[in-house]
């Protein structure tokens, strides 16, 4: 299986930063695309970011220019570097890999349990 654990959350005043790692471990061949989504309390899981295996970057309308996410394959590890954030930034902050565990096998979506992010005053 292939576990993925966020840390760098927490509470944050308006205009702060934070750094969230995810970090993927287990029976994993290749890691492809990996990517942050967010949940706010009441609403739909949203898509914050993707960086592919070769480092394309693409981000949500709604944090582009203050979201950075980037990876590290040697540590199988994804980062989103959050600045200038606004309490409608509030969520749990979830990624995502996409990865197969053996050669030729298909590739599998795994998720995380999140990393809190409050932006309060």
């Known amino acids: 299986q292939v576990q993925l654990v966020e840390s760098g959350g927490g509470l944050v005043r308006p205009g702060g930063s934070l750094r969230l790692s995810c970090a993927a471990s287990g029976s994993i061949f290749s890691i492809n695309a990996m990517g942050w989504y967010r949940q706010a309390p009441g609403k739909e899981r949203e898509w914050v970011a993707t960086?592919?295996?070769?480092?394309?970057?693409n981000y949500a309308d709604s944090v582009k220019g203050r979201f950075t996410i980037s990876r590290d394959n040697a540590k199988n590890t994804v980062y989103l570097q959050v600045n200038s954030l606004k309490p409608e930034d509030t969520a749990v902050y979830i990624c995502?890999?996409?990865?197969?565990?053996?050669?030729?096998?298909?590739?599998?979506?795994?998720w995380g349990q999140g990393t809190q992010v409050t932006v309060s005053s």
């Open positions: 960086i592919t295996s070769d480092y394309i970057t």
């Open positions: 995502k890999a996409r990865a197969i565990m053996t050669w030729g096998a298909s590739w599998n979506d795994y």
